[in-house]
């Protein structure tokens, strides 16, 4: 029985390292779609047609993320904005975003 246990832990843990290794390819698609937004203009374009694909709806799935029609469009929202990744998830980049929202209420 012990070894049932440590064995279903153990597929647990390496079925997270492999979502999590595909969330970071999400997010250099995101990345690289937003350089292409500002060097080409066309990010939310490029983001939508990778999502789109048989394998980005396949890396989303591996990441965690239902490949439908409204994460597409929060893909390509996000890509417009032009933020990158790294400064998004920022701890900095939030408080300021709940700053300015602040700001906008008062």
Known sequence: ???FVDGTAFNNEQGNRARKLFAAVVLAALDDAIADDKKYGNGPEQIARWARSRDGREVLSCAGIDPNERVVTGLMDFVAKGVRTSVAL???????????QQ???A
């Open 90 to 100: 920022s701890r900095e980049e939030s408080e300021r975003r709940n700053a300015a």
């Open 103 to 105: 700001a906008e209420a």
């Open 1 to 3: 029985m012990k070894d």
